[in-house]
Structure formats: structure tokens, C-alpha cells
């Protein structure tokens, strides 16, 4: 068995690993596609992961925030456009976004106003903003309830078989 490591600023990738008490060793086997060697230039941040590692780990490790994880903070692509979710209780995520729904609700008119001719003149700037952002919040709760639900699905608490059979008949439609 391997030594605990004292690194002191460790990466998402292996807290994860350690916290499932896997050895780089027994987390390669675990990865299959993974060697020992390429988990340990991950961890040690020698080289970024590449996206089918991140899918490779998240899906091994059963935490499919290392996906979120990478898009926000380490894809150029990503940090551009993708914001980090954080992992929160249902409750939380739903009040989030109830909350930004209804201030979105009192801000439709102004956005017609704004955008009804196709242009946001110097006056409309401030409120244009502030209404991206609301749609921004939005926009991260409903991530933050995808990011939730396929961790549930993940950790079995809810039924997969019947969540996809469901989901599959709702796109044939």
C-alpha cells in the first residue's frame, strides 16, 4: 500500500481519490484507462487533465462535479463561458431559483422595452446588466439541479432505470 501523501495544497482530483481511500495503484485499476503515472501528474498539477480523463474520473470516482469542475476552472474554452456550480441541497437550489424566476418576472417588461429595437443605447446599459445577471443566476440553478440530480443518480437515491425510461419517451415526443 502506498503513503499518505502531506501535500498541503491538494487538487480537487485527489481529495477526491483519498477521500475514497484509493492509492494511485488501486485508483488505476478503479480508472482502468488511467495508469498510476498519468493520475499522479494530475494530481500534482505537472499536466492538466483532458476532458475524457475529467468523464474518465468523475464517472470512477462517483462525483460528476469533477466535470463542472474542469469546464469552469481549468478548459480555456470553459473559464470563458461555463460558471463553477457548487453542490447544494435541493431546498437551496430550488429557493435560488424560485427567487431569481420572480425578480426575472418583474423585469420582462424593461427587457422588451430595452431590446424591442435591437439596439442597447447608453441609458438601457444598467438595466440590460442587471437583467443578464438575473438570468445568469437562473441559468447556474438550473445547472446547480442538473449538477444534483446526477449525483443522486449517482449515489442510487434516485431510480435511474425509471429516470431515463421516462426521459428517453419525453425527447420522442
Not at 460528476?64 to 470553459?78: E, K, T
Not at 438575473?134 to 435511474?160: F, H, P, Y
Request: charged share 30%; with cysteine; aromatic share 6%.
Amino acid at each position: 500500500m502506498g503513503r499518505a501523501s502531506t501535500k498541503k495544497n491538494k487538487n480537487i482530483y485527489q481529495l477526491r481519490r483519498e477521500e475514497l481511500e484509493l492509492t494511485r495503484d488501486k485508483a488505476s485499476e478503479l480508472l482502468v484507462s488511467l495508469p498510476p503515472e498519468r493520475i499522479e501528474k494530475i494530481e500534482s498539477e505537472k499536466t492538466l487533465p483532458h476532458p475524457d480523463e475529467v468523464m474518465i474520473m468523475a464517472e470512477g470516482y462517483k462525483m460528476p462535479s469533477l466535470c463542472n469542475y474542469f469546464c469552469a476552472n481549468q478548459c480555456p474554452i470553459g473559464m470563458k463561458y461555463v460558471p463553477e456550480v457548487k453542490t447544494k441541497a435541493l431546498s437551496q437550489i430550488v429557493l435560488e431559483m424560485v427567487a431569481s424566476l420572480n425578480a426575472m418576472e418583474k423585469q420582462q417588461e424593461k427587457l422588451i422595452e430595452i431590446t424591442v429595437d435591437g439596439t442597447i443605447s447608453g441609458d438601457e446599459i444598467k438595466d440590460f446588466i442587471h437583467i443578464q445577471e438575473e438570468l445568469e443566476r437562473i441559468s447556474v440553478a438550473v445547472e446547480a439541479l442538473q449538477l444534483w440530480s446526477e449525483q443522486m443518480l449517482t449515489n442510487g437515491l434516485i431510480d435511474k432505470e425509471a429516470y431515463e425510461d421516462y426521459k428517453g419517451r419525453r425527447k420522442q415526443r
